[in-house]
């Protein structure tokens, strides 16, 4: 089946730096991944709609420049959280959809970013 | 997209049925009712998938009726490591823009032993 990886899986890190988190579709193409940020005892948030070789789509309240994203390869797309602060403290996770059949969406295992 | 509605939280114990129902009154004809599962401080799985009447899998059920405005997840003889949140949604899978999913806020599945 398809998989989606997500590295780091964890990280802490101090308040006023930078964190690229980086999704990976280990065994298909995806032109189209998504980010998505869950808060505990929360459901998954979209944050912004990733596209190889294009600008990404933000949802609506989410700052484009805080949170940067880059698909440059059909199997890589990263989310660099810049300048973060402790209510950036989430549960971020991707998915990538297949270029097949449904168009069904995988997720990644997500990664915990913690900023003390 | 559809708005979905689910209750909050549901208890059961092993080897019971677990029956979650969706609610999406304003599901559109393209749409197609999607379910997760999520385990904590894990990514979203995908369990079940369908358009109408009845689809069955090897972990699950999903009953649809013909007016579509609803649905219903069924995990058979459920386990302690069916404890997780599981999503409804509902979207156009084919289409681009209806890709994007929209989750609720999901039903907490405690298994009891």
């Known amino acids: 089946g398809a998989v989606v990886s997500q590295h780091p899986s964890w990280v802490i890190c101090k308040s006023g730096t930078s964190v690229k988190i980086e999704c990976r579709s280990l065994?298909?193409?995806?032109?189209?991944m998504f980010w998505y940020r869950q808060f505990p005892k929360q459901s998954l948030m979209l944050m912004a709609t990733?596209?190889?070789?294009?600008?990404?789509?933000?949802e609506q309240g989410v700052e484009k420049d805080k949170f940067l994203i880059n698909h440059a390869s059909l199997t890589l797309s990263t989310l660099t959280v810049t300048s973060a602060h402790p209510e950036d403290s989430s549960f971020y996770i991707c998915?990538?959809?297949?270029?097949?059949?449904?168009?069904?969406?995988?997720f990644g295992p997500g990664t915990r970013l913690t900023v003390l | 997209l559809a708005k979905t509605t689910q209750p909050i939280s549901m208890d059961s114990y092993e080897g019971q049925e677990v029956n979650i129902t969706c609610s999406h009154n304003?599901?559109?004809?393209?749409?197609?009712i999607t379910w997760y599962q999520q385990f904590p401080s894990q990514g979203p799985r995908f369990i079940i998938q369908?358009?109408?009447t009845k689809v069955t899998n090897e972990v699950a059920s999903l009953f649809i009726p013909a007016d579509r405005k609803s649905s219903t997840l069924s995990l058979p003889r459920v386990s302690l490591s069916d404890t997780a949140v599981y999503y409804c949604?509902?979207?156009?899978?084919?289409?681009?823009?209806?890709?994007?999913?929209?989750f609720g806020g999901g039903t907490r599945v405690l298994v009891k032993p």
């Open positions: 998915s990538a959809r297949v270029m097949r059949g449904n168009n069904e969406q995988f």
């Open positions: 065994d298909f193409q995806a032109t189209t």
């Open positions: 990733s596209n190889e070789g294009s600008k990404a789509t933000y």
């Open positions: 304003n599901i559109a004809t393209n749409d197609y």
């Open positions: 369908g358009y109408k």
């Open positions: 949604l509902v979207g156009d899978v084919i289409k681009a823009a209806g890709n994007k999913l929209t």
